[in-house]
């Protein structure tokens, strides 16, 4: 991950904080039989095959950096979306949130799909561009682009605005 994410992600994490906002980290993950895993998925097919995203693995700890909290919620996704399948929409029903603020890695894929599900939840959503990455530079762009339709596009900066 680039150092400008890095630090982007820092500063929005210690932001929430201090605000006591509602934390909550999402990481893709199988138990070891993998029976949750999709077996025609072009994404996911191969992580059973080669023993990737296995809960109690490496692959599935959180970077340091973007690590969670003690006392922060961590929700296990075992799709693209963390809406589907999870306790998600509920944890944030029950505790009376009505915006979202979504950073992350795959901005193409997983920032995207929560910015979807969102959006169609009813929750106002917001994306911090420099606390998201995708494989590179112009699928960053082209999602944020179309997340823009739906969502509210912001910096680490323009949060404390």
């Not at 599900?117 to 998201?132: F, G, L, P």
Request: net charge neutral.
């Amino acid at each position: 991950m680039k150092y400008g994410v890095q630090r982007a992600v820092n500063r929005l994490l210690a932001q929430a904080r201090s605000n006591g906002d509602l934390v909550i980290h999402v990481r893709a993950g199988f138990s070891d039989n993998y029976v949750e895993c999709p077996e025609d998925s072009p994404l996911f097919a191969g992580a059973k095959r080669y023993g990737a995203l296995n809960l109690g693995s490496w692959g599935c700890e959180f970077v340091d950096f973007a690590a969670p909290a003690s006392g922060e919620v961590i929700v296990t996704k075992n799709r693209v979306s963390p809406f589907y399948g999870t306790n998600l929409d509920l944890i944030l029903r029950a505790t009376k949130v009505r915006s979202v603020l979504l950073s992350g890695c795959s901005t193409d894929l997983a920032v995207e799909a929560a910015a979807r599900d969102a959006h169609d939840r009813d929750y106002m959503v917001s994306v911090v561009a420099d606390a998201c990455v995708a494989s590179s530079k112009d699928e960053h762009e082209r999602s944020l682009a179309t997340i823009g339709k739906i969502a509210k596009i912001v910096t680490v900066d323009e949060m404390k605005s």
